[in-house]
């Protein structure tokens, strides 16, 4: 509309200044001239004027109407899983079931909520991410078997304080594996969490078990057991697990 309004101004004015010189030269309100003998201004006005009728003709169409919204341009994202290689921790309430039953639904629920509160402390101190939880139990990823065994040992540690410290009578078994995963960014899957599975369940109340990769892995300032090898359900063959008994006093 700004422009609309530049165009009549400058109409207006000019045509003015047309009639103003027509008038000088001759030219009267009322008698017309011939156009030979006078400056005649009126072909001026009337064919400009057309071009303003057409002007304002497309800027009033536009009253109104909004304007068109910008698409942004859409981000492609590789969402392929990956195959990584990483060492897995899962924990398991040794005897939860009995457990909840003794303390009653109100109770567990509280204890439960301490003990994921714990366990999650550990995770992000040792640089873990959680995967998931099932029940009372964890899986947990880590980008090394060491920091996913220190892990462990402190929440074997945590659970261990807040036991003495009054807190539920809750015992926990680890179990510690390392291999290739598919990881779709939410996620992990592969025989690497179903192994890791089985290694938990083949331990004691707070017990540590890690297989013999994670083992090679770790530096002589962690405290391990030799545990022979073990079958495992659901695996193809037995596999050599060690347990971990903490970590050497520094000297």
């Not at 009639?19 to 030979?36: F, Q």
């Not at 040794?94 to 909520?113: E, F, I, K, Q, Y």
Request: a neutral charge; charged letters at 25%; aromatic letters at 6%.
């Amino acid at each position: 509309m700004r422009g609309l309004f530049v165009h009549v101004v400058t109409y207006a004015a000019v045509n003015g200044f047309l009639v103003a010189i027509y008038l000088l030269t001759g030219g009267t309100a009322g008698h017309v001239r011939s156009p030979d003998a006078h400056f005649w201004p009126i072909w001026v006005i009337a064919s400009w004027g057309v071009a303003l009728v057409i002007h304002a003709g497309v800027a009033l169409s536009r009253i109104g109407r909004r304007p068109r919204a910008k698409v942004a341009p859409v981000a492609v994202v590789d969402d392929r899983p990956r195959r990584q290689w990483v060492a897995v921790v899962f924990t398991d309430v040794v005897g939860s079931t009995p457990l909840a039953h003794a303390m009653g639904d109100d109770a567990w629920h509280r204890a439960l909520a301490d003990h994921r509160r714990l366990v999650r402390t550990a995770v992000g101190d040792r640089r873990g991410t959680e995967v998931g939880t099932q029940g009372d139990g964890f899986l947990a990823r880590f980008d090394s078997p060491s920091d996913a065994v220190r892990c462990a040992v402190d929440i074997q540690r945590l659970v261990g304080e807040a036991r003495a410290a009054g807190g539920a009578p809750i015992a926990v078994r680890i179990g510690v594996h390392a291999g290739e995963v598919v990881d779709d960014g939410t996620d992990v899957v592969g025989r690497v969490v179903n192994l890791a599975a089985r290694v938990t369940a083949e331990a004691e109340a707070g017990e540590i078990l890690v297989t013999e990769p994670v083992a090679d892995e770790l530096g002589d300032h962690l405290i391990v057991e030799d545990r022979g090898l073990r079958p495992l359900k659901g695996i193809d063959r037995p596999r050599h697990l060690l347990a971990v008994r903490g970590e050497q006093a520094a000297v």
